[in-house]
């Protein structure tokens, strides 16, 4: 299918959503979603609860297949939805609620899904070292506690401390793109100024970063570009500059009808 | 509380078990005379305990992703029954094999509909233990199998249960054999780590690109094939099998690995605690004979036996994991 550079933009996006549409049987959590996402681009997804950003990175990161709809990377069409493919193109995910079982060490949750190994009689065996050493190099690095010890369940960190692990590890597996899915909750004051450092910091390294946020005055101060969303649709794309942090709650908070302001909606 | 306390109660649930094992037999000692600890009746122990161990190493296994497999008691009677029935006639060597098909068969039934249906496990593994039960019945209907001589003399079938090497069954060394094998596929191997992590978070794992279908299959697999051939170490010891065979074997499966420690939420689970959960329950049901209890009383002994394992369990996991 040829493909047309979205709103005069003349570079290639890196992921293309193209009128995807979700529906859990009646619920249509998603309608008609098209959204490009650039290379070295930091994009805040707003919207209120309910609005679809969550879905709308359930798709990306391969979790749900849309139901309806188009999903390129780097020009090509996604067919097979699954964690493993996303995470193969270079794609690393901070979940909201999931991402870390509570029964596994720090190390072993550190490397789940791609853990190393070293060959016995040409059997895989896990690389234990390799997994208590780099994971407790990673995490402390993060400024977790230095009485964490990588052998421990993860389930006896604290709510923060668990954020500030995912944080790690996606930020030390990254590849390509990074989504975070409110990545401040649990956090301090601090730590959130750390965590949006890092979006900034990820961002110039050439990175995609994709950051969802209740916050629209935290993201308009970091992003290049605002997707707002509202009731499985997006309402509202527009760059960090076209629009102020004060309008853009507004469209929010008017739940998505396009207030005359928005230059953009979509 | 100690946290070095915590830290050994959840790394090593199977600690109290072993602890338990060791004061019920020196209690089953003492009060029989000596003869609950005699050489024959220790042989005899241990080959009860390796078979229903094996059963109930993958019962653990199926347990550590959260889920159950009930069906195990008549997995192992359909492994005899097809050993036992096709070894006149083939030789033990491709009646094992049949078995063995036999339970990867099963296990991949029950393993279609709870992985890769999502239908609940608890209601499709009933569904097969009665259905193979069934066929088990109908299979035999009144009559039995029996291993003929010629039959016996087959070093194959020596060596899966008609033997013993040094006085014991060679069903316990099959059980340890399998005990290694799983040890180190679930604590060492990347393939472990997922089958823990899947138990643990299924979710979770799912978003880490761990493949929850193949996990859960495999392990249903995993779970047929040793029941089939706990079924047959225990036909060619017993050298005959009817329909009832295996009936009520899931019970003590579920109950052994319970009482070893692993959580029937999923995620944890001790195979070393499995076996010594089976030796206990089967030392319990030899303590019983010995006081010419009826046999029906170890029935009752293993339901309160589950239930306060089930209470402790919560009791440990919560202690455990208190921050």
Known sequence: MAKTDGAGDSRKPLISIRNVSLSYGNFRALTDVSVDFYQGELVGLVGDNGAGKTTLIRIISGINPPTSGEVYFDGERITKFHPKKAMDLGLECIQQTIGICDNLSVGRNYFLGREPVKRVFGLPFLDKKKIRETSAKVVHEFGLRDTVDVDDEIALLSGGEKQTFKIARAVTFRNRVIIMDEPTNHLSVRERAHVNELAVQLKQQGLLVIYITHDIFQIHRIADRIVIMENGRKVTDVPRDAMSAEALEGIIRDGGRASAKGPKVA | MNVSMRNTVRRHPEGITISLVILISLAFAVITQGGWVSIGNLQSISQVTAVLA??????????????????????????????LGLAPMVGSGLALLAAIVCGILIGALNGVFVALLGLPSLLVTLGT????????YAATSGFSFAATDSVRQEFIYNAVGGGNIAGVNVAAIWALIVLVVLQLIVFETPVGNRI????????SSFSRGVSVTKIKFGVYVVSGVLAAFAGVLDAAFIGYADGSFGATMELSAIAAAVLGGCSLTGGRISLIGTLFGAFMLRGIQSFLILLAVQPQWYILVVGLIVVLASLADRTLTRFALKK
């Open chain 2, 196 to 203: 823990l992590a899947v138990g643990g978070d299924a979710a």
């Open chain 2, 129 to 136: 233990l009665f259905l193979f039960q069934g066929i088990g």
């Open chain 2, 54 to 83: 094996i059963m109930a190493f993958g019962e653990a296994i199926v347990i550590a992703t959260g889920e159950i497999d009930i069906s195990v008691g008549s997995v192992s009677g359909i492994g005899a029954l097809t050993f």
